[in-house]
């Protein structure tokens, strides 16, 4: 459960319960879920990537209009890689057989 | 001293393994990730714009319609964040891997993770829904049934529509998704040490 509401300590833990394959649900199901939103969504706020962009920024200085639509794909799709980094299960998929 | 070097052998191995595996979940779902971010950033095409300059192409226009017409449903459902967090997360953990160039020798052990985090991310969103908005009982299958709708979007319009121009012809997508991966580990190996 970990997985989706990062800053959430009981769903981290809810995480690791799954490797003792006791219950498909923690106990801290329900409680975690009263609380509110706490997870603000994606935004742009992340440092703009080197590459591709910079090398074309210039040209997409120089046009405009279609090219606002590219370079703000450009940062959604950058803010969505992002935010499977944000994702503890998805981060984890790298660490839990290293031990 | 050589345990030493075989023990970093070991760990290398899988750091280069799940890294790859990571990759290749995000090969396979850079679309699907993209097309809700879009929907959660409020996304808005100038349609005229892009369609004046690849107005040759009558299926591409036509999945332009299609795309736009799934960003306006997800504006209409008024996802809150909490909800667009199950969904994207519904669509990184995949364990059909169709689409992914990137040879990975899945372990059977991994493809259960995916399952699991994939049913539980399903599971959360209909507790969620049932909670939050309880005079909705059909918003859940409202957003699975959205989901099923971005298989109808290929990630070659969007490659073609939003990203060739950025990217050049030589490029694809695959690539620049694991650029974007990459330098983004290197930013934080960089900020860490």
Sequence with gaps: ?99 | MIALIVDLKIFFYYDLFFFCFQLSLLEEGWRDLFILTAAEQQFSLNISDVVSKISKNENLKSDIEHFQDLILKFKHMDIDANEFICLKSLVLFKTVLSNCQTMTNTHLHDLHTIAYLQDQAQILLNTYINKQYPSQPHRFAKLIHLLAGLRSISSLTIEELFFRQTIGDKTHMEQLVKDMYQINMASIVANST
């Design chain 1, 1 to 99: 459960m970990a997985l989706l509401l990062k800053e959430s300590s009981d769903l981290i833990s809810a995480y690791h319960f799954r490797h003792h394959h006791h219950h498909p649900i923690p106990p801290t199901f329900h409680h975690s879920l009263s609380s509110p939103p706490i997870t603000s969504p994606p935004s742009l706020i992340h440092p703009t990537p080197k590459y591709p962009l910079d090398l074309r920024t210039s040209i997409i200085e120089q046009q405009h209009q279609a090219n606002d639509a590219h370079e703000s794909a450009a940062r959604i799709l950058f803010s969505a890689i992002n935010w499977a980094k944000t994702v503890p299960a998805f981060v984890a998929l790298s660490n839990h057989d290293q031990v």
